[in-house]
T-cell receptor
Framework: DVKVTQSSRYLVKRTGEKVFLECVQD?????MFWYRQDPGLGLRLIYF???????EKGDIPEGYSVSREKKERFSLILESASTNQTSMYLC????????????FGPGTRLTVT | GDSVTQMEGPVTLSEEAFLTINCTYT??????LFWYVQYPGEGLQLLLK?????DKGSNKGFEATYRKETTSFHLEKGSVQVSDSAVYFC????????????FGTGTRLKVLA
């Protein structure tokens, strides 16, 4: 069974902490994505990666960075967590950048206090 | 720019009722269109898709037809079940050279026994 997995389902961090969210896929996807999901706003793209060590900013990259050192792993980093980064974070992978299906992980609900 | 608009929820129906969730889009090119479903506590999963005008996507009793003349991709099901309770997202993806994947804000469906 193919999967996209995320390291934590729930996470509570304090303001100012550095936070790492990990995503691992076993589908050999070239492309991986990080979204945040907020009520009434749907999914907003933070960053995506189309190859190892390659990354592109999405619609809301401010306050975030990413790392992709291996094809199967895509990490989202909150350099200094703030309360407005409390959200559901979804990782996804896909075989094509455009026109194709995205495969999502279960999400990490992050609360910053 | 490109966008996806879907009806606000929540939508509450009795079991075996007919379901329609409206989705309209604006796009400069010829996108592929998708419906994703998110069950409680899970990530999004693809429900159905259509890649060109007049295509009908179908899965698990759900259907949607790509209508270029009305720029719509409405989701329908003839008889909903309690297990269909979830959040439904309409999305488009440009098939051009650059990445573009846009999600609607989601419509929550609640089906009562």
């Amino acid at each position: 069974d193919v999967k996209v997995t995320q390291s934590s389902r729930y996470l509570v961090k304090r303001t100012g902490e550095k936070v790492f969210l990990e995503c691992v896929q076993d589908m050999d996807h070239e492309n991986m994505f990080w979204y945040r999901q907020d009520p009434g706003l749907g999914l907003r793209l933070i960053y995506f990666s189309y190859d190892v060590k390659m990354k592109e900013k999405g619609d809301i990259p401010e306050g975030y960075s990413v790392s992709r050192e291996k094809k199967e792993r895509f990490s989202l980093i909150l350099e200094s967590a703030s309360t407005n980064q409390t959200s559901m974070y979804l990782c996804a992978g896909s075989f094509s950048l455009a026109g194709g299906e995205q495969y999502f992980g279960p999400g990490t609900r992050l609360t910053v206090t | 720019g490109d966008s996806v608009t879907q009806m606000e929820g929540p939508v509450t129906l009795s079991e075996e009722a007919f379901l329609t969730i409206n989705c309209t889009y604006t796009a400069t090119g010829y996108p592929s269109l998708f419906w994703y479903v998110q069950y409680p506590g899970e990530g999004l999963q693809l429900l159905l898709k259509a890649t060109k005008a007049d295509d009908k996507g179908s899965n698990k009793g759900f259907e949607a037809t790509y209508r270029k003349e009305t720029t719509s991709f409405h989701l329908e099901k003839g008889s909903v079940q309690v297990s269909d309770s979830a959040v439904y997202f309409c999305a488009l993806s440009d098939r051009g050279g650059t990445y573009k994947y846009i999600f609607g804000t989601g419509t929550r469906l609640k089906v009562l026994a």
